[in-house]
T-cell receptor, first 112, second 112 residues
Framework: EAGVTQFPSHSVIEKGQTVTLRCDPI?????LYWYRRVMGKEIKFLLH????????ESGMPNNRFLAERTGGTYSTLKVQPAELEDSGVYFC??????????FGPGTRLTVT | KNEVEQSPQNLTAQEGEFITINCSYS?????LHWLQQHPGGGIVSLFM???GKKKHGRLIATINIQEKHSSLHITASHPRDSAVYIC??????????????FGTGTLLAVQP
């Protein structure tokens, strides 16, 4: 069984540009989460999808971040326009039920 | 103050030593997770606890719900145990979401 995959693994963009991160959850997992770790800080929750619906987006930092999960399969997280403080590692996780989450390898975003 | 605190932040041990990493949390939880991230690797779930104790190989995780404290123990440590160990709380106030609240992680280095 394939695990959670994320693309790209690393992205370097200039301030003001747009970046789209993609997450493919484990097949059949209705729950999909986005988290991020900015340098030196703990990992923080961004949002939670159940199928294609946003169950909780309380962690989204501002309206420059837009997450979608069309069709309840893969999800995208768009940052537009990117700012320096958006640099960090963005993790995606999926779960079948309410408990164990399976994490992807992360996307390292560097905004210069 | 973070809702999940870990100690120590950094730990160096000699091969064969018994290792303990501590986690304290201030929120009501439905589960407590221990995660592992090897350098350059993804995040792997080690344990999910809601009470008592769990053991997997040389790893043991315990939780005291009344004291809001959990420990991760590694017996007979080995250099391949070198990784970041992360404690994450699944709050019970979350309603229909099971987002995780993370500690800052403990960087463990086991020297041969």
């Amino acid at each position: 069984e394939a695990g959670v995959t994320q693309f790209p693994s690393h992205s370097v963009i200039e301030k003001g540009q747009t970046v789209t991160l993609r997450c493919d959850p484990i097949s059949g997992h209705d729950n999909l989460y986005w988290y991020r770790r900015v340098m030196g800080k703990e990992i923080k929750f961004l949002l939670h999808f159940v199928k294609e619906s946003k169950q909780d987006e309380s962690g989204m930092p501002n309206n420059r971040f837009l997450a979608e999960r069309t069709g309840g399969t893969y999800s995208t997280l768009k940052v537009q326009p990117a700012e320096l403080e958006d640099s960090g590692v963005y993790f995606c996780a999926s779960s079948l039920d309410f408990y164990e989450q399976y994490f992807g390898p992360g996307t390292r975003l560097t905004v210069t | 103050k973070n809702e999940v605190e870990q100690s120590p932040q950094n730990l160096t041990a000699q091969e064969g030593e018994f290792i303990t990493i501590n986690c304290s949390y201030s929120v009501g939880i439905s589960a407590l997770h221990w995660l592992q991230q090897h350098p350059g690797g993804g995040i792997v779930s080690l344990f999910m606890l809601s009470s008592g104790k769990k053991k997997h190989g040389r790893l043991i995780a315990t939780i005291n719900i009344q004291e809001k404290h959990s420990s991760l123990h590694i017996t007979a440590s080995h250099p391949r145990d070198s990784a970041v160990y992360i404690c994450a709380a699944q709050p019970s106030y979350g309603g229909a979401t099971n987002k995780l609240i993370f500690g800052t992680g403990t960087l463990l280095a086991v020297q041969p």
